[in-house]
Structure formats: C-alpha cells, structure tokens
C-alpha cells in the first residue's frame, strides 16, 4: 500500500507554507537551529514538545521538506483550524481511543517513505511542562524501524497571538536534535507495555535536553547530562 497525498492538498501547501511563514516573521522573532539534522530524504518522524496550538503550523511552516502531520480530531470542527487541516490534508486522530486504521495510516506513511509529524504527549499540554508521553508514537517507530527527530520548541505559548497583537514579538524557537535510533521492543504483554514506554520516554528526554529546564515538566534532567543527548 503507498500513501499519496491529493494534488490539491498539495497544491495548497504551496500556498500555506509560505503565507504562514511571513506571518510568524511578522509578529515574532523565528530561530531555527539544528537544520542539520534532518534527513535529506527517506522516512523519519519527527516527535515534538507540544503546549498550544500555534506549534503544528510553525514547525511545518519552516521545516524543509512538507511532512504528514497527524492532530486531534475536534480540530477538523473548530472554524478557521479545521479549514487549514483539510487544506493541508492531515491525520485526524481519536485521542484516549485505540484506533488500529490510525495507526495503520501512519505506518503506511512512513513505509510511503514520507517524513511524519507527531506530538508523542497525545495533545496540548497549555503549560511549557512536558507530559507523561503516551506509547503510541514508540508503537509506530517499533512497526516501521524509521528513526526519530527529536525538536524542541520555545516560545510557543497560548498566549503568543494576544501578545502579539499587544506588540510583543516573542522569540519563536525551533530547535531540531539529533537523529535517535531506538532499540526494537522485545516481549510480551506487561513486558512489551514498559519497553514501549521506556522508548518514548528516550525520545522526550532527548526533546528535554532541547528545551529550557521549565520546558521538561516531568521529563526533568540533570544539567550536565544536557550535552549527551543533543
């Protein structure tokens, strides 16, 4: 099975991408470090620290090539988002629902060898603190072998488009690590459950090491370890 992305919703990347871009350059200051890191071409996910709203269209504003993204479903029946959703084309997902076909599409997306964009949190934190990350995202690296993009992102606060608007330019930070290879998940049951977890958990503290240390929330580490996993 190949995953092909419409030419329509093609198309209107075109025009998202860019349009989006100068809007973050007009009302922020933007950073990007680390382009260096991704992946020329082939497969890969890219898993981010998620606060607001405002870090799905950033990141995939400015990333290099146009990945999948995947968002929670009440987005495609929120006016003006779910507009931007469907002219992007993304993967809706049923948070706190098992749902295999989902899973099933992003796995396809990654064999299609296209680049896929998850928050592996499961949804908005509204704090800079990290969540406990959900499994899922170590479930699919574990089905299709692609490594991972750590990034770490600053500045995206809830309450970035009202200072905006009151004339404050904050600094938007996209801070891209480097690739993490996890290890294949053996086991079964309880067993395979805490390696999955264990897994994740190695992606967010990577995305931790990123991100000043009000960022972490419970993915807290030790400042000199802040080097080994950049």
Do not use: C
């Not at 992946?39 to 090539?65: D, M, Q």
């Not at 479930?139 to 500045?155: F, H």
């Not at 905006?164 to 690590?177: D, K, P, S, V």
């Amino acid at each position: 099975m190949q995953y092909t992305v419409p030419i329509y919703n093609r198309l209107a990347r075109g025009i998202i991408r860019p349009t989006f871009r100068l809007l973050f350059y007009i009302l922020s200051h933007v950073k990007v470090t680390g382009r260096e890191n991704v992946p020329k071409r082939g497969p890969y996910l890219i898993a981010i620290n998620h606060v607001s709203l405002f870090e799905p269209p950033f990141i995939l504003s400015f990333w290099p090539t146009m990945p999948e993204a995947a968002g929670a479903v009440d987005i495609w029946s929120r006016p003006g988002q779910s507009t931007l959703a469907r002219l992007y084309g993304g993967i809706q997902v049923h948070r706190g629902e098992f749902d295999r076909q989902l899973l099933e599409t992003m796995i396809v997306v990654l064999q299609s060898g296209r680049p896929l964009l998850l928050a592996p949190e499961g949804g908005r934190s509204h704090t800079p603190g990290m969540r406990r990350a959900l499994p899922g995202v170590a479930y699919i690296v574990d089905k299709t072998g692609v490594p991972v993009v750590p990034v770490g992102l600053v500045g995206a606060t809830d309450d970035f488009l009202q200072r905006a608007f009151h004339f404050q330019r904050m600094t938007l930070e996209m801070r891209i690590g480097q690739l993490v290879h996890l290890p294949a998940v053996e086991g079964k049951g309880a067993a395979r459950r805490e390696a999955l977890q264990a897994n994740v958990d190695q992606i967010m503290l990577r995305i931790a090491a990123l991100v000043p240390p009000e960022y972490r929330g419970v993915y807290q580490i030790p400042a000199e370890a802040v080097y080994d996993y950049q």
